[in-house]
């Protein structure tokens, strides 16, 4: 009760703090490729200026690439199995198959949606060689540079890929290689909470394993009753 309280109050101090918070923070350009409708959770749009594309327009290969040039970050939210394969191989014609080796000439960062990977769904009925090999095929994707997250770790994810480039950039700068970079091990395991304060609610409402890592934003506040919580459980708070 006294929670909810709390969190209303802090809404509205924080409205009134950054009242045009939304019109000062420049957002990235994050392009959506997909072969249906996703939609996609209130803290990316919130986060990002979407491009989405319309699917049956994406035949002129001139303005596929020129929307994969304005993009600064591409997500993935649906893939099939054959298009993981042409991607793994290089091979296929498909606006998918077009679009995102275009994104990896251009050095582009490329992330996609493990809810979106459709052969997933097939685990349990299919013949175990061809699913390893569509496993192997995510591997090599994996190989080419592009990151596969959860929906609710994406904008986490991402900025820890940004924090991992800058990293690499100032050890190559200043050539020192003990600078301390940031990691992407266990990414899978993380969860992204996109919130200002932080109550026990929320850690009991992701349903999640103990000794998890809970990715949140560094002017987040954890309240007493959530900390208590994570140290029961075992998890930890990761600031980003």
Known sequence: MYEDIIEEVMKEVLHRLCPHESTCIHKKTLLVLSNKPYPLSEAITKEY??????IGACQNVVELHNLVSSAEVILVTSITGKQ??????LCGNGYMEEAIPFALLLGKTIFVLEEGLEYRSYKATANKTFYRRLLEYEESLKQYGIYFTSESAFTFSEKQVKQTMLGKQQSDNKGNTSLTKVTLEGIEEQVGLKKKLILEKDLMNLNIKSQAAICIEKDSIVTPSALDYARAHHMRFIKM
């Open 49 to 54: 200026n979407l491009l989405i594309p319309d």
């Open 84 to 89: 993981l394969a042409n991607l793994a191989l």
